[in-house]
Every structure is written in structure tokens, then in C-alpha cells.
């Protein structure tokens, strides 16, 4: 049982690891020490943004593999395991996005040497991107099955593969588009620390797809298929 929960998290612990200690040595840079909101510091922010994006998807791994394997989210809490995990994700990652929003406005302007132009025409590119991403898991795919239902409900798993919107591009929209939303807000103020804040997320979301999505996904189905039903951290996700 404690294999199968813990399984992958090795690659977990030592991405993350290395992640944090990117974050450490980044963190040291000059602009870091540039700006504070609310009385925190724009290094404190950075912290807490990352900060609750690995509690996020610690979350994630934590109750998945608890109900996956021992359906112990079902066993305490029956019907109300799947709202309540849901509920739980949904501040969590509504929190990791407002974090970064907080941190770039905290180290606004920071991004010198680069036209503003420019960075705020990306952020208008990254912004389209992410919400044609939502509107298609609204529209095709579902919320639902966007938050990884399938792991309480095997009804979900005979579903067909979803091929609207942006998933007739590619299978694992939420890590691909959906992220680009955390680009946003260091684009559009010119923070280096929220770009940074969002390098981390970016890599760290791919982190829980090979270390936890994708070992689940192959326990559930068997063999991935060209598109997996789960959603990580807030999509779908592919093989």
C-alpha cells in the first residue's frame, strides 16, 4: 500500500529539490530586494507563491493516491469526498495564481532593458492562450474530470477522449496552455520575480504530470491513452 502511494515521489522530492534550490539561488538576485505590497517584501511574496504552489500539489498527490488506492477519501467522507477534495483544490489553486498576481505587483517594473511593449503584448498572447484552454475544458471537457474525478468515480473512466477546442491540438492543454495564465501578471508589471514565480510553476506542474498523473493514469487505464481523463493540477493531461 505505502508502495503504491509513494509511488513516483522519489522523482518528486528530487525535482523539487532542485527546483527549490534554482528558486534559492535566483532569489538572490538585486531586483528580488525591489519592492514590497502590504508590507512584504517582493522575496517574501516570491516565497510564498512557491509555497503554496507545492502545497497545492503535495494536495493533489496526497489525496489522489489516498483514494486511488484506499478509497479512504470515499471511507470517511462518502458522497462529499469528491466536492470536498474539489473544494479544497479549487483554493489552493485559485490561491497559487493570486499569489503571483501579489508578487508581480510587488516587484513591478523590475524587468528593465525590455520594452514594455513587448512584454505586455506576451502577456495578452499568454492570456488568450489560458483562457481558450478553460473555455474548452468548460465546453468539452468538464471541470469535473479536469480535477481528477476519475480517481473517485469509475464511471469516468469509460469516457471518449475529447477532441474540441483546444484539445484537437494537443492532448495536455492544462500543462501546455493552461499555465501560461501565471506568465501573465509578471509580463504585463515587468516583475522578474513573478516571471520566476512562474518558471517554477511551469516545471513544477510537468513535475506532478511524470511523478504522480502519469503513474496513476496507467494504475487506472492500464496503458495511457492519447489522451488521459485526469487533469493534474487543473487540465488534461496526455500521455
Not at 505590497?37 to 517574501?44: D, E, H, K, S, Y
Not at 517594473?109 to 488568450?128: I, K, N, W
Amino acid at each position: 500500500m505505502a508502495a503504491l502511494v509513494f509511488e513516483g515521489q522519489g522523482l518528486h522530492a528530487i525535482a523539487l529539490i532542485l527546483l527549490l534550490a534554482g528558486c534559492f539561488l535566483l532569489s538572490r538576485l538585486p531586483v528580488f530586494d525591489t519592492g514590497a505590497l502590504w508590507g512584504i517584501a517582493t522575496r517574501g511574496w516570491f516565497w510564498i507563491a512557491v509555497g503554496i504552489a507545492v502545497t497545492h500539489q503535495v494536495y493533489v498527490w496526497v489525496c489522489w493516491r489516498a483514494q486511488l488506492h484506499a478509497q479512504l477519501l470515499t471511507r470517511l467522507l462518502g458522497p462529499a469526498a469528491f466536492p470536498s477534495y474539489a473544494v479544497g483544490f479549487s483554493i489552493l489553486g485559485i490561491a497559487r495564481v493570486v499569489a503571483v498576481f501579489l508578487l508581480a505587483a510587488a516587484g513591478a517594473g523590475t524587468a528593465t532593458g525590455v520594452d514594455p511593449v513587448v512584454l505586455r503584448a506576451l502577456a495578452l498572447v499568454a492570456l488568450a492562450g489560458a483562457l481558450y484552454l478553460f473555455y474548452s475544458v468548460k465546453r468539452y471537457f468538464t471541470f469535473k474530470r479536469a480535477f481528477g474525478i476519475d480517481h473517485f468515480d469509475p464511471s469516468y473512466r469509460t469516457m471518449p477522449m475529447v477532441k474540441g477546442g483546444i484539445f484537437r491540438f494537443t492532448a495536455n492543454g492544462m500543462y501546455v496552455y493552461g499555465f501560461l495564465l501565471i506568465w501573465v501578471p509578471g509580463l504585463w508589471s515587468g516583475a522578474v520575480a513573478a516571471l520566476v514565480a512562474a518558471l517554477f510553476n511551469h516545471l513544477y506542474i510537468w513535475v506532478h504530470y511524470f511523478a504522480t498523473e502519469r503513474p496513476d493514469m496507467r494504475r487506472i487505464y492500464g496503458t495511457p491513452p492519447p489522451q488521459m481523463p485526469s487533469g493534474g493540477a487543473g487540465g488534461p493531461a496526455g500521455p
